[in-house]
């Protein structure tokens, strides 16, 4: 079974910094739809929101990233396959980054932003700054 585990939330004032990662067990990154994992965010009551994406072409040693226009040159998206996680480097945190953030593996291949296009879920990890 594939189980996605994210970590690194807490809590940090404006304009701080957190590293979260997301590692995986029983997941393959060098399919064409493994090859692609992303971050959201969700607040309670809200749809939840893609925050960055890569795209490894079935290549993870290569992938295309894109953002979401609120979280470019702030947020950064990186693979470690060595250790089987993705990461979202967070800088410049603003209070309108406090979400519960989820960690999403294996696209099917429609708009990266729509959380039914991912196959994968982890449990969520909190960012709250304030």
């Known amino acids: 079974d594939v189980q996605l585990v994210e970590s690194g939330g807490g809590s940090v004032q404006p304009g701080g910094s957190l590293r979260m990662s997301c590692v995986s067990s029983?997941?393959?990154?060098?399919?064409?739809?493994?090859?692609?994992m992303a971050w959201f965010r969700q607040l309670p009551g809200k749809e939840r929101e893609a925050v960055a994406a890569?795209?490894?072409?079935?290549?993870?040693?290569?992938?295309?990233?894109t953002y979401a226009d609120s979280v470019k040159g702030r947020f950064t998206i990186s693979l470690d396959i060595a250790e089987s996680k993705v990461c979202l480097q967070m800088n410049s945190l603003k209070f309108e980054d406090t979400a519960m953030y989820y960690c999403?593996?294996?696209?099917?291949?429609?708009?990266?932003?729509?959380?039914?296009?991912?196959?994968?879920w982890g449990q969520g990890t909190q960012v709250t700054v304030s």
């Open positions: 890569m795209y490894g072409g079935g290549n993870p040693m290569s992938p295309l990233t």
């Open positions: 999403a593996g294996s696209w099917r291949g429609r708009t990266w932003s729509d959380p039914d296009g991912w196959i994968y």
């Open positions: 029983g997941y393959k990154y060098d399919s064409w739809s493994g090859s692609c």
